[in-house]
C-alpha cells in the first residue's frame, strides 16, 4: 500500500473528506475547487525574474551609493549646487539602471510565458493542457517522451514507461515503472507513456525544494561580474585609507575656509568611486536581454549571454538543430521477397500501437496509414522507440492464428557486419538519407537479446528537410573561429553526408569505436568533426573530454537524448519546440526555434564582454588617478587641486557619456578571459601617468600664481592637464575608429571647449585660464604625459598579452 493510499484510508486526513478522482477520469472539477480552496496548488517559484522591489533594492541600496548618499547631502548643506552635481548624476544612473532592467525582467517574463511548459492532466475524464501553477494535489498528469515530471507523485499508468532520473540522483540508466512506483519531479521521460497522480505539489515537491535558491534571479553571478565585484573590493581597501588621510589633511590644510576644506575633500573622495561601472554592465547585460528577446530568444539564465560569447566549440544535435523536426519517407525497399501489402500493414500497425510517435514514425504514419487487412490487429505489446536501444517494436495478433513481433529502428543495429542489406543502407545513408529497418523478431519484447537473429522484411528511407538558414549560421561560427562538431544518435555516414551538404568539412567518426577513456575520447573529438550513433551517455561523456581540453562548449538540442549533455555543458541551448526536459535543464531557449538565432546570441554576448571591458578601463583610470592625486595631496600637506564640479565635469565628458554609448555598440571582437587582469593591465598605468602629470601641472602652479585668488587660477591649469590626458585615454580607448567613434570624441572635446569660452559656463564650474605661460606649460605636460601614456600602453600590451 503506498503512503498515498494510506492517506485516503484515514478519515482524518484533510484532502480525502470526499475522494473525487480515479486514474481513469481524473479530478472532477468539484475536487479540483475543493483542492485550490485549501491551498493544495502547484505554487512554485518564479525562475528568472525579480520583483520590482527587488530590482529597486539591489540598485538604490549599494555600498558606493551609502558613500555617494552622504557626501551628497553634506555637499547640498555647506557648497553651491554646482558642487552638488555628481548626486544627481548618480540619481539619474540608478533611475537609467532600474528601468532598463524593469524592461528587461518584463521581456524575460512574457518569453517565459510563451515557452511555459503546459502538461497534460485528466478532469472529468478528459485531458487538458494547464499551466504547471494550476496543477492541484492528486490531478492526474499524462507523460510521454521528453516530458518532465513537474511535480512528485505515484505512477498510475505505465506503457513501458522509462524515466531518467539521473539530473536528480546521478544515476543515467532509465528506470522502468510500474503502477504503484514513485515519480519524481525533475525527472523526465525517455520511452514510452503512462500517467501518474501528483502526492506532493508546489514547495513540497523534490525539484522545487532543490531547486528555489538555484533557480533564482542570476545576473550577478558571471565572470564579468564577479570581476567588478573583485574590482570594487580592491577599491574599497585603497579608497578607506586615503579618504580617511585626506579628510585629515584638508582640514588642517593653511589659509582654506573650512567649507572650502570640506569641498575639497569631497571632491577627492567621490572620483575614487567607479560608480558607473556597476550600471553599465547591468544595462549592457539588460539591453542584451531585451534585443534577444525580439528575436525570439529566451535567456533563462543572463550570464549566458556573455557565457556563449567565450564558446569555442559548438556541439550541434542534428535532427531539430541542421535538420526540421519532420521527415518525409521517400522509398520502400523490400527485402528477401518480402510481400509489399504485408509490410506496408506491418508499418501501418506499428505507427498505430506507439500513441506518441517521434518524427521518423510519424512520417511513417502520414505514408502507410493503416488500412483494412491491419485494422483487425491487435497489439499485445509494445515496446516504445529508446536513444539508447535505437529502435521500437510491437507483438501483433494477426487475426490468422499467429503472433508476430516486429522491430523498427537502425540497420546497423539490428543487422549483423556482413548482412546483405547494410551496403545497400550505406549506399543511401551516403547520399545524406535516413534509413530505418523493418525487422520480423523471433524473441519476446522483453527478453534482453530480443534485437539477436532478426529477419530483415524492408528498408524504409526517410528524406530529412534541412533548416534553410543552418549553412550560413555553420558558416558564421567557423568565420569566428568556433568549431562545430554535429553529434548525432543517428547513422554516422548518413549525418556524415547531411553535413557536407552544409559546408561543413572534417571526418566522420563512428561514436561505436570511440574510446572510453576520457583523453582519448578528447583526442579522437579534436580530429573529427561529424559522430554518428551516439548514445545520450556517450554526449555527456564527449562535452566532459572537450571541457577537460580547456575548450568552452556550447551544446545544442531538441530532443530527450540531449538532456545530459545539455545539463553538463558550459551553455545549454534548446529549442523551443523540443522537449520539456531540455527546456528546462538549457541556459538559453530559441522559441523561434531558429538555429540562425545563435549568432545574434553570440554577437550580444560579445558586446556585453568587450565593451564593459573598454568602459571598465576608462573608470578605473580615474579610480586609480583619484587615489594617487590624494596621497600626492596628503603627503604634501596642500590643498586637494579640485572641487566636485571639475570632477563631475571632466567624468562627465571623458567617462559617463561616452561610456554609456561605447557600452552598447556593436562588438565583434572575440570574448577573451582573465577580465580583471585585462582591464587592470591599462587603468593602473594610464592612472598613474594621469595622476603623476596632473600633480606636476598643479605644482607648477602654485609656484607661477600669488594673491587671493591663485587657488582657483591653480585648479584651472591642473583641471585642462587631466581632461586633456583624459581626453586621450578615451581616444585609445574607442580604437578603432569609426565615424561615430570620431564624432564621440571630438564631441567631448567640444563641450570643454564650450565651458572655457562661456562666461557664465566658467562661473558655474569655477574655471578660468589665467595669462599665457600656465595653460601652454599645462598643455605642454598633458601632451608629454599622452606620449607616455601611448608607449606605455602599446608596451604593456606587447609584454603582457591577454
Not at 569660452?757 to 558655474?764: E, G, K, R
Request: aromatic share 6%; proline share 5%.
Amino acid at each position: 500500500m503506498t503512503h498515498l493510499d494510506a492517506d485516503r484510508r484515514d478519515p482524518a486526513h484533510p484532502a480525502h473528506a470526499v475522494d473525487t478522482s480515479s486514474p481513469a477520469t481524473g479530478l472532477t472539477a468539484a475536487g479540483v475547487a475543493e483542492r485550490i480552496a485549501r491551498g493544495q496548488v502547484n505554487d512554485v517559484p518564479v525562475r528568472s525574474s525579480r520583483s520590482l522591489a527587488d530590482i529597486v533594492r539591489a540598485n538604490v541600496f549599494t555600498r558606493f551609493n551609502a558613500i555617494i548618499g552622504v557626501l551628497w547631502v553634506i555637499m547640498l548643506i555647506v557648497a553651491p549646487i554646482q558642487d552638488s552635481l555628481f548626486g544627481f548624476v548618480i540619481l539619474a544612473n540608478t533611475g537609467i539602471g532600474i528601468i532598463q532592467e524593469w524592461r528587461a525582467k518584463k521581456t524575460l517574463d512574457s518569453l517565459a510565458l510563451i515557452g511555459e511548459v503546459r502538461p497534460t492532466v485528466r478532469r472529468d475524464g478528459k485531458p487538458a493542457e494547464i499551466s504547471t501553477s494550476e496543477i492541484v494535489l492528486d490531478d492526474v498528469i499524462e507523460i510521454g517522451p521528453g516530458d518532465k515530471a513537474v511535480v512528485d507523485g505515484v505512477c498510475v499508468e505505465a506503457d513501458g514507461l522509462e524515466i531518467d532520473e539521473s539530473l536528480l540522483t546521478g544515476e543515467a540508466d532509465p528506470v522502468v515503472k510500474q503502477p504503484g512506483d514513485q515519480v519524481m519531479s525533475g525527472s523526465f521521460v525517455v520511452a514510452g507513456g503512462g500517467a501518474f497522480r501528483a502526492t506532493k505539489v508546489g514547495r513540497e515537491a523534490y525539484a522545487a525544494q532543490l531547486a528555489e535558491e538555484a533557480s533564482r534571479f542570476t545576473l550577478v553571478q558571471s565572470e564579468l561580474r564577479s570581476g567588478i565585484s573583485t574590482i570594487l573590493k580592491y577599491v574599497t581597501w585603497m579608497m578607506v585609507p586615503t579618504a580617511i588621510g585626506l579628510i585629515l589633511s584638508q582640514l588642517l590644510a593653511k589659509d582654506n575656509e573650512l567649507d572650502d576644506s570640506i569641498a575639497r575633500t569631497v571632491g577627492g573622495i567621490v572620483p575614487m568611486v567607479p560608480e558607473g561601472l556597476v550600471l553599465l554592465t547591468s544595462v549592457a547585460f539588460a539591453i542584451g536581454v531585451v534585443r534577444l528577446g525580439r528575436k525570439q530568444c529566451l535567456v533563462q539564465e543572463l550570464p549566458a549571454i556573455e557565457g556563449l560569447a567565450r564558446v569555442d566549440t559548438v556541439c550541434l544535435d542534428k535532427t531539430g538543430t541542421l535538420t526540421e523536426g519532420g521527415m518525409d519517407v521517400t522509398d520502400l525497399r523490400l527485402l528477401d521477397g518480402a510481400d509489399e501489402g504485408h509490410v506496408r500493414a506491418v508499418l501501418g500497425a506499428l505507427g498505430a500501437s506507439d500513441p506518441r510517435p517521434n518524427a521518423s514514425l510519424q512520417a511513417i504514419i502520414d505514408t502507410y496509414p493503416v488500412d483494412g487487412s491491419a485494422g483487425a490487429w491487435r497489439s499485445t505489446g509494445a515496446l516504445p522507440f529508446s536513444s539508447a536501444r535505437k529502435y521500437s517494436g510491437a507483438t501483433f495478433d494477426e487475426g490468422d492464428g499467429v503472433s508476430r513481433t516486429w522491430l523498427l529502428g537502425a540497420p546497423d543495429v539490428l543487422l549483423a557486419e556482413d548482412d546483405p542489406a547494410l551496403a545497400e543502407t550505406g549506399r543511401l545513408n551516403e547520399q545524406g538519407l535516413r534509413v530505418l529497418l523493418l525487422a520480423r523478431a523471433d524473441r519476446a519484447l522483453d527478453d534482453p537479446d530480443l534485437a539477436r537473429g532478426v529477419t530483415p522484411t524492408a528498408l524504409v528511407v526517410l528524406e530529412q528537410r534541412l533548416r534553410p538558414d543552418a549553412a550560413d549560421t555553420l558558416r558564421y561560427f567557423a568565420d569566428q573561429d568556433v568549431r562545430a562538431k554535429v553529434i548525432s544518435g543517428d547513422n554516422a555516414v548518413s549525418v556524415g553526408a547531411v553535413a557536407a551538404k552544409l559546408g561543413l568539412s572534417g571526418a566522420t567518426v563512428d561514436a561505436r569505436r570511440l574510446p572510453a577513456e576520457q583523453e582519448e575520447m578528447a583526442s579522437a573529438l579534436d580530429e573529427g568533426t561529424v559522430f554518428g550513433r551516439v548514445t545520450p551517455q556517450q554526449k555527456r561523456d564527449m562535452v566532459g573530454a572537450l571541457q577537460s581540453r580547456g575548450h568552452t562548449v556550447a551544446m545544442t538540442g531538441d530532443g530527450v537524448n540531449d538532456v545530459l549533455a545539455l545539463k553538463d555543458a558550459d551553455i545549454g541551448v534548446a529549442m523551443g519546440s523540443g522537449s520539456e526536459a531540455t527546456r528546462a535543464v538549457a541556459q538559453i531557449v530559441l522559441l523561434n526555434n531558429s538555429f540562425a538565432t545563435l549568432p545574434s546570441v553570440v554577437a550580444e554576448g560579445r558586446r556585453v564582454i568587450g565593451n564593459i571591458t573598454r568602459v571598465a578601463t576608462l573608470f578605473l583610470v580615474k579610480t586609480v588617478y583619484s587615489v594617487l592625486l590624494a596621497i600626492l595631496v596628503v603627503c604634501s600637506q596642500v590643498e586637494y587641486p579640485f572641487l566636485p564640479r571639475h570632477l563631475t565635469l571632466l567624468s562627465t565628458l571623458t567617462i559617463g557619456v561616452p561610456a554609456f554609448f561605447l557600452a552598447l555598440a556593436p562588438n565583434k571582437e572575440r570574448a577573451r578571459p582573465h577580465f580583471v587582469r585585462r582591464v587592470m593591465r591599462y587603468a593602473i598605468p594610464g592612472g598613474v601617468v594621469a595622476g603623476a602629470a596632473t600633480f606636476v601641472t598643479y605644482l607648477v602652479a602654485r609656484q607661477h600664481y600669488t594673491g587671493p585668488n591663485a587657488l582657483d587660477a591653480e585648479t584651472s591649469a591642473a583641471t585642462l592637464t587631466l581632461f586633456l590626458i583624459s581626453m586621450w585615454v578615451l581616444a585609445i580607448i574607442a580604437r578603432p575608429y569609426t565615424w561615430w567613434r570620431v564624432l564621440l570624441v571630438a564631441a567631448m572635446g567640444l563641450g570643454f571647449v564650450i565651458v572655457l569660452a562661456v562666461p557664465w559656463l566658467q562661473d558655474f564650474f569655477a574655471l578660468k585660464l589665467v595669462g599665457v605661460t600656465m595653460p601652454w606649460t599645462a598643455v605642454g605636460i598633458a601632451v608629454a604625459a599622452a606620449a607616455v601614456l601611448e608607449l606605455l600602453w602599446r608596451w604593456v600590451g606587447r609584454r603582457f598579452p591577454a
